[in-house]
């Protein structure tokens, strides 16, 4: 599928959010690497990986309601209602089969 490049009018405050939770997501995915360069117990390395999974569920999440508050909602009051509705609910499948 594929899209053309758009731009979404994120706050600062939003970005900065959500890039530490990308920086924190980033640290937690090089602790794993480290746990695997140590041998370390594949228990501890599967309860890792399940908190990376959780953290990047949760900005998926954040982003799809942000998306849907101002995205949609501003594609429904322009009458492009339809579309946008269509295309969140492919992502929203997509993002569910994970």
Do not use: P, W
Request: glycine letters at 6%.
């Amino acid at each position: 599928m594929q899209h053309q490049y758009r731009e979404t009018n994120r706050s600062e405050n939003e970005k900065k959010r959500l890039l530490n939770r990308l920086k924190r997501i980033e640290g937690q995915v090089r602790g794993v690497q480290k746990m695997i360069e140590e041998n370390r117990y594949c228990i501890d390395v599967l309860v890792q990986i399940s908190a990376i999974n959780a953290a990047l569920k949760k900005v998926g999440l954040t982003m799809l309601e942000q998306h849907t508050h101002h995205c949609v909602a501003d594609a429904i009051q322009n009458g492009n209602g339809k579309e946008s509705i269509e295309e969140l609910m492919k992502v929203i499948e997509q993002f569910t089969k994970s």
